[in-house]
C-alpha cells in the first residue's frame, strides 16, 4: 500500500455495500473525488456519484487513486482486491467517523467499517473485510481476511474468526471461541463452543445443517 495521499477514490461495485462505503468515504472528507466502476451498463451513478467504467477498467486509475472494493460477497470481494493488489493499486482502510476503535487495532488494506462499530483494544482485523453497522468486536479479537460481520454482530473477548467466515446479522460469539475459515454463522445465531468444521450454522446454540 503506498503512502503518497490521492485525491480521488474508486470504489468497485455501486450496488448496496458500495453506496454505503461511498457514504463512509464522503464523511471522512479525505477525497476530493469519488467515483465508481460497475460492470451493470444500466447503472449510471449511485448516491450522487458517477459510474465512470466497468470493473475491468481499474487499471486506468491504478496510478493515480485508491482504490476499494464495495462488493459485499467475501468471496469475489476476495477476487477482485487481489487481482488490484498484484497490480499495485493504493487500497486504503475506511473507518466511519462515528465508529469506536480501541488503542492497538490494527486493520489490513480494503477493510471497511461502518457507523456504529465498537472495536475494543488489541484486535487485529485482516484484509477485505467487512465490520457492518452497529457491530460490537470486543478487545483481543483475530478477524482474519475477507470475513463479513454483519449488522449488530456481537462478538466477547479473545475470539478468532477465520477466513472469508460470514456472520449473520445479530449472531453472537462468546468469549474463547475459535470459528473455522469459510463458515456461515446464520443471523441471530449463538455460538458458545469452537467451530472447527467448515459449513452452515444456525440456532441457540448453533449447530451445523451442512
Not at 480501541?102 to 471497511?112: D, P, Q
Not at 488489541?122 to 470486543?138: L, P, Q
Request: hydrophobic share 40%.
Amino acid at each position: 500500500m503506498r503512502n503518497d495521499l490521492r485525491e480521488r477514490l474508486i470504489i468497485i461495485g455501486a450496488s448496496g455495500h458500495g453506496k454505503v462505503v461511498a457514504d463512509i468515504a464522503l464523511k471522512m472528507n479525505r477525497w476530493k473525488e469519488i467515483a465508481f466502476l460497475d460492470d451493470d451498463e444500466q447503472r449510471k451513478s449511485a448516491l450522487g456519484f458517477e459510474v465512470v467504467g466497468k470493473s475491468n477498467d481499474v487499471i486506468n486509475y491504478i496510478d493515480d487513486s485508491d482504490i476499494v472494493v464495495g462488493i459485499g460477497n467475501n468471496e469475489i470481494r476476495q477476487k477482485i482486491q487481489s487481482e488490484i493488489e498484484e497490480m499495485g493499486a493504493s487500497i486504503p482502510v475506511l473507518v466511519h467517523p462515528n465508529a469506536v476503535i480501541g488503542e492497538e487495532v490494527e486493520f489490513g488494506a480494503g477493510t471497511v467499517v461502518m457507523a456504529g462499530v465498537v472495536i475494543n483494544c488489541s484486535t487485529r482485523i485482516g484484509r477485505g473485510c467487512i465490520i457492518n453497522t452497529s457491530a460490537s468486536v470486543d478487545h483481543d479479537n483475530v478477524i482474519e481476511e475477507y470475513v463479513h460481520v454483519s449488522p449488530g454482530v456481537r462478538l466477547a473477548g479473545t475470539v478468532k474468526v477465520g477466513y472469508k467466515t460470514w456472520l449473520g446479522m445479530g449472531s453472537l460469539i462468546t468469549n474463547n471461541v475459535n470459528v473455522v475459515s469459510n463458515s456461515i454463522v446464520g443471523a441471530g445465531s449463538i455460538v458458545l463452543k469452537n467451530i472447527n468444521e467448515s459449513g452452515k450454522y444456525v440456532g441457540s446454540p448453533v449447530r451445523k445443517i451442512h
